[in-house]
């Protein structure tokens, strides 16, 4: 038995700013090898997440309830590393073999509301927690090992995907 309980309810979430990015890809690999050896930076000027959210505690037997709108700004977002993948076309098992991501914001900005006297308080504690955890490396090797799984079990299982975005690439 705990002295403390608590239930955190996110809704209505809208994500702003996806469209709004560059990306810039260097291979370091030939053409002719059964591997592709790309250098990538992915860019976006803006990312924003607006949201109600509720919390209902139970510390000690007191229960609370606090309830408001979270707003969260990543600015000057940038994703960079290297992937390395073996090409169709070359009687080899076809995926991702290595997939780094490094994740850089210049800023991020957590603005609770609904929070009273702690609004700035908290916002400010959380959009520095946040801030170091992703300057740290951690988000960016979580997510880079998801891409990796997701590229592997979805997008190599369909090499007519891929056969297209080269095709693509090729003729463009």
């Keep these: 038995i705990g002295i403390a309980s608590g239930t955190l309810n996110v809704t209505n979430m809208e994500w702003y700013g996806i469209p709004h990015w560059s990306l810039d890809v260097q291979q370091f690999s030939k053409d002719s090898d059964s591997n592709a050896v790309l250098q990538y930076t992915l860019w976006w000027p803006k990312f924003e997440f607006l949201s109600e959210y509720s919390l209902e505690t139970n510390v000690a037997l007191i229960p609370g309830k606090v309830a408001g709108y979270l707003n969260v700004t990543l600015a000057s977002t940038s994703w960079t590393g290297e992937v390395n993948f073996t ?12 997939l780094t991501l490094s994740w850089n914001a210049d800023k991020v900005h957590f603005d609770f509301t609904g929070l009273g006297i702690f609004n700035g308080a908290i916002s400010n504690t959380i959009s520095g927690l946040v801030k170091a955890y992703i300057d740290s490396g951690a988000m960016g090797n979580v997510l880079g090992d998801l891409l990796k799984t997701r590229l592997n079990t979805v997008w190599f299982q369909h090499n007519e995907r891929i056969d297209k975005i080269l095709e693509y690439c090729r003729n463009n």
Excluded at 87 to 98: A, Q, R, V
């Design 87 to 98: 090409k169709p076309g070359f009687d080899l098992t076809e995926g991702i073999e290595e």
